[in-house]
T-cell receptor, first 112, second 114 residues
Framework: GQNIDQPTEMTATEGAIVQINCTYQ??????LFWYQQHAGEAPTFLSY??LDGLEEKGRFSSFLSRSKGYSYLLLKELQMKDSASYLC?????????????WGAGTKLIIKP | KAGVTQTPRYLIKTRGQQVTLSCSPI?????VSWYQQTPGQGLQFLFE???????NKGNFPGRFSGRQFSNSRSEMNVSTLELGDSALYLC?????????????FGDGTRLSIL
């Protein structure tokens, strides 16, 4: 079956580094997205990984290992505004159609 | 460039009623997808429309339907509302279909069923 797992909640300290993991089991995998969603707001695009390795974008980096079915989002120099839910989503081939399978999201709480 | 616009933002209905939600995608975006979001469940895919045709459908009952117009605007309809339909309904648009196309989300319509 199609499945994506990520921790429900994480807590980190302002200025620190946090890694949010995402594991997936999907057929016809063709890339993984990370989105950020602040409470009461729309999800916003952070990154897309299709090849193995690390992609860095400012304070945020995303890593993918296709062989392990594993990705993580790394947030550096944490700021209070980074308190949000982080959603990972994998493209899966289902019934000849690509469909995004979403994780339930990781709520990140930043403490001063 | 205007983002994805969803109307209304909030809606209260009672069991058995029906509801229509509207989504205007980013100008030039041809693919529109609909999702249901509930606490702890993540985003559940409802359907995707492209060029006025439903291209993909999630695992929801037939009470959930949608359509897309020639200007790419989309509507979603839910009939015979149930208490479990209370959720945030999100619409997302992308320029085209297929892997690698980031989806741009609207702020959603929060539907409450009494």
């Amino acid at each position: 079956g199609q499945n994506i797992d990520q921790p429900t909640e994480m807590t980190a300290t302002e200025g620190a580094i946090v890694q949010i993991n995402c594991t997936y089991q999907t057929s016809g995998f063709n890339g993984l997205f990370w989105y950020q969603q602040h409470a009461g707001e729309a999800p916003t695009f952070l990154s897309y990984n299709v090849l193995d390795g690390l992609e860095e974008k400012g304070r945020f980096s995303s890593f993918l290992s296709r062989s392990k079915g594993y990705s993580y989002l790394l947030l550096k120099e944490l700021q209070m505004k980074d308190s949000a839910s982080y959603l990972c989503a994998a493209y899966s081939l289902m019934d000849s159609n690509y469909q995004l399978i979403w994780g339930a999201g990781t709520k990140l709480i930043i403490k001063p | 460039k205007a983002g994805v616009t969803q109307t209304p933002r909030y809606l209260i209905k009672t069991r058995g009623q029906q509801v229509t939600l509207s989504c205007s995608p980013i100008s030039g975006h041809r693919s529109v997808s609909w999702y249901q979001q509930t606490p702890g469940q993540g985003l559940q895919f409802l359907f995707e429309y492209f060029s006025e045709t439903q291209r993909n459908k999630g695992n929801f009952p037939g009470r959930f339907s949608g359509r897309q117009f020639s200007n790419s605007r989309s509507e979603m309809n839910v009939s015979t509302l149930e208490l479990g339909d209370s959720a945030l309904y999100l619409c997302a648009s992308s320029p085209d279909r297929g892997p690698g196309q980031p989806q741009h989300f609207g702020d959603g319509t929060r539907l409450s069923i009494l």
